[in-house]
């Protein structure tokens, strides 16, 4: 059984620019949530994915949008990148709506 | 909104000694509670958890009980070791099944 799996492991982008962020969630696995996580703070909650759907949004501006995809991996897009934007984005996927989250190990993103 | 309170680190402490780390949370209804611990290098793993009042969640020598009255879930271990040197983050969860998370608590044990 494989865990949860995030590409890249590090990014450098600079302001402006537009990324992707990409997971696989753990074999089984329906529902991916997507988090922030601002260098020492706790995550926070940027959305979640059930089926292919929108099911949860955090307070987080339009330009962060998502994907899921039939096989329920997911992505991540950030257009217009600020600096603030520089932190851990933490996916996680979990059986159906179920409250057991598997984290990957995130991607490091760094915006200059 | 939902939130969640800890204790401010780091902590940092000797091999065999008592931890405690502190969280309370703001809620409506009666949401779940969860103890994550994130080791260097790596993503966040499930710790403990306990759904209803006066539960208590129990793990790798961790206990944490769900205290309704105070609207705590304080971590508690009695004697830690080394290889538990991580951040520890309480965090909650209500009906929509998002994870409301505290700050984090850097733990460092010394030998």
């Known amino acids: 059984e494989t865990g949860v799996t995030q590409s890249p492991t590090h990014l450098i982008k600079t302001r402006g620019q537009q990324v992707t962020l990409r997971c696989s969630s753990q074999s089984g696995h329906n529902t991916v949530s997507w988090y922030q996580q601002a260098l020492g703070q706790g995550p926070q909650f940027i959305f979640q994915y059930y089926r292919e759907e929108e099911n949860g949004r955090g307070n987080f501006p339009p330009r962060f949008s998502g994907l899921q995809f039939p096989n329920y991996s997911s992505e991540l897009n950030v257009n217009a990148l600020e600096l603030d934007d520089s932190a851990l984005y933490l996916c996680a996927s979990s059986l159906a709506l179920d409250e057991k989250l598997f984290f990957g190990s995130g991607t490091q993103l760094s915006v200059l | 909104g939902d939130s969640v309170t800890q204790m401010e680190g780091p902590v940092t402490l000797s091999e065999e000694a008592f931890l405690t780390i502190n969280c309370t949370y703001t809620?409506?209804?009666?949401?779940?509670l969860f103890w994550y611990v994130q080791y260097p290098g790596e993503g966040l793993q499930l710790l403990l958890k306990?759904?209803?009042?006066?539960d208590k969640g129990s793990n790798k020598g961790f206990e944490a009980t769900y205290r309704k009255e105070t609207t705590s879930f304080h971590l508690e271990k009695g004697s830690v070791q080394v290889s538990d040197s991580a951040v520890y983050f309480c965090a909650l969860s209500g009906n929509d099944y998002k994870l409301s998370f505290g700050a984090g608590t850097t733990v460092t044990v010394r030998a």
């Open positions: 306990a759904t209803k009042a006066d």
């Open positions: 809620a409506t209804g009666y949401p779940s």
